[in-house]
């Protein structure tokens, strides 16, 4: 591996521990905030932290189509994602929840694959059918634990429709991150999904719901917005400089992060078969990419 990735890698691993600790904080307010609202104040929050940094650098003039682009992979990746997760996050526990986000990667792995970007070897198909596994035993546990009503899979599902579209957005993110700078980048795409979330979280009354939050909530909800600014410009500055398979590999680290503060601060109890969906996880992840060729890449990004 090269010395100038080091960075990059860095950036990536920081992100995979947010991811965690955001979880378990989103779990903790999610049900007297509402999921819509809890995601708009995240990232209004956020971008009002990358806005003074952006007013002080060079401006840059986006091409129309490019801002369009930008602005709908900012409403998925914040939007669409984080909505998913903390309606999940209503159902399932915050270790459970990570655990199931973790397959990110790997979806984001097979879509690399398929369109053409990273070549899908033995190696990362053995990671992937383990991975999956490891998600499989996490269900199972849950199922084994508590009765498995509608909700339980509908927060199942959530999360998993939550990883797919940021496996869908990190993929697609790339070209625009070669042409621009990250900090324009990521401020823009915040601010779309923040426009988008406004009009998720009237309807789920926000306007009752914010003034009634008190001094423990606000507080979860600020390091909440506080984590994801800077963890997204994190997570786009390392998208710039590495495959996007070897970004979200390191969100294995938020089921362990999330498993320990879980346990720690909300009481989830965890089973022998999340543990060893954990384990599945974390080895698929290892088994899929060990082995990555330490070829440089040939296309730098510019920040």
């Known amino acids: 591996m090269s010395g100038r990735a080091w960075p990059a890698i860095l950036a990536a691993a920081a992100v995979g521990l947010q991811v965690g600790a955001a979880t378990v904080a989103s779990r903790a307010v999610v049900a007297e905030v509402g999921p819509a609202t809890l995601a708009m104040l995240r990232y209004a929050i956020g971008a009002a932290c990358l806005l003074p940094f952006l007013w002080s650098a060079p401006r840059v003039r986006f091409r129309r189509a490019d801002l369009a682009a930008v602005a709908a992979l900012g409403i998925g ?13 209503l159902y399932i526990s915050s270790a459970r929840a990570v655990l199931l986000f973790a397959t990110f990667p790997l979806m984001t792995m097979l879509l690399a694959a398929a369109l053409g970007r990273e070549r ?4 990362k198909t053995a990671g992937v059918a383990i991975s999956f596994a490891g998600v499989g035993l996490a269900v199972l546990d ?3 634990i508590s009765r498995a009503g509608q909700g339980e899979w509908l927060g199942i599902a959530a999360v998993l429709g ?11 993110y790339r070209p625009y991150l070669e042409r621009y700078p990250t900090l324009p ?19 789920e009354g926000a306007l009752d719901s914010i003034p009634r939050l008190g001094p423990g909530p606000w507080a979860a909800v600020i390091f909440i917005g506080l984590s ?5 410009f994190c997570w786009l500055w390392a998208l710039g400089r590495l495959p996007p398979t070897q970004v979200t590999v390191f969100l294995s680290l938020g089921p362990v992060t999330a498993a320990a503060l879980g346990s720690a601060f909300l009481d989830e109890q965890l089973g022998w078969l999340t543990l060893a969906g954990l384990a599945a996880v974390v080895a698929g992840l290892i088994v899929a990419f060990a082995r990555r060729s330490a070829r440089p890449q040939s296309a730098k990004a510019s920040a």
């Open 77 to 89: 990746q914040f939007g669409v994602l984080v909505f998913l997760l903390n309606f999940g996050l």
């Open 120 to 123: 899908l070897t033995l190696a």
């Open 142 to 144: 849950k199922l084994a």
């Open 162 to 172: 939550a990883a797919l579209t940021g496996a869908v957005c990190s993929v697609l």
């Open 185 to 203: 980048v990521s401020t823009l795409a915040m601010l779309a999904s923040v426009f988008f979330l406004v009009f998720l979280a009237l309807p």
């Open 228 to 232: 994801s600014g800077g963890a997204f």
